[in-house]
Every structure is written in C-alpha cells, then in structure tokens.
C-alpha cells in the first residue's frame, strides 16, 4: 500500500527558498512527482522523477529554480524551491505512478501542503 504525506509549506516572501518534503511508503517501485493547485485552476504538473530516480523533468515554469529528488531507499521525495515568485502559491501535492506530465497517469496522492509567496 503506497501512503504519501507532504510537509514543508508555509508562508515566504518572493526571492525565498522552501523545501518541501513527502514521506513515502511502498513507492519504491513507481515514478514519483510534484504537482499544484492554485485556487480556480486545474492541477499542474511540476517536477517529476523516474522509478530508479535517474531521470528527472520540470515544468517550464520552474526550471533551474526547483529540484526534485529522493534519498536513495525512496523513503523521502524532496522539492527544493529557490526563487519563489507570488504566483508559485499553490496547494503542492506528491504523486506517485506513472513517468508522466498528467496527474491522471499518478494513481496515489498526498493531502497537499500549503506554499504561499507574498510579493
């Protein structure tokens, strides 16, 4: 049984850093992600990690300012965010299932974790 709960968030202002973490357990075996929801809009792909954590993609939108990862017995998924900007305010979710943008291809979420970016 795969269980995922995130924590970390918290309120920051622009330019800070945050890192966000999911415990996981029985994932070892699947792709792991980071996704957000903002109020009023769909849930969006953030960051991604593949099953033998070799392989790693980011959203346009954050790259070269997160950085996805895991430790080594896939116990702790990581999102170190640098950079933060108001409109990275979101409920941040883990993920766990397919290597894939879409949060329909993850069948095992997280509660979320609140991030918000004062300006």
């Known amino acids: 049984q795969v269980r995922l709960a995130e924590s970390g968030g918290g309120l920051v202002q622009a330019g800070d850093s945050l890192r966000l973490t999911c415990a996981a357990s029985?994932?070892?075996?699947?792709?792991m992600g980071w996704f957000r929801q903002a109020p009023g809009k769909e849930r969006e792909f953030v960051a991604m990690?593949?099953?033998?954590?070799?392989?790693?993609y980011y959203a346009d939108s954050v790259k070269g300012r997160f950085t996805i990862s895991t430790d080594n017995a896939k116990n702790f998924l990581y999102l170190r965010m640098n950079s933060l900007k108001p409109e990275d305010t979101a409920v941040y979710y883990c993920?766990?299932?397919?290597?894939?943008?879409?949060?329909?291809?993850?069948?095992?979420w997280g509660q979320g974790t609140q991030v918000t970016v004062s300006s």
């Open positions: 990690i593949s099953y033998n954590n070799q392989n790693t």
């Open positions: 029985g994932a070892t075996m699947y792709a």
């Open positions: 993920a766990a299932g397919h290597y894939d943008t879409s949060p329909d291809m993850y069948n095992h």
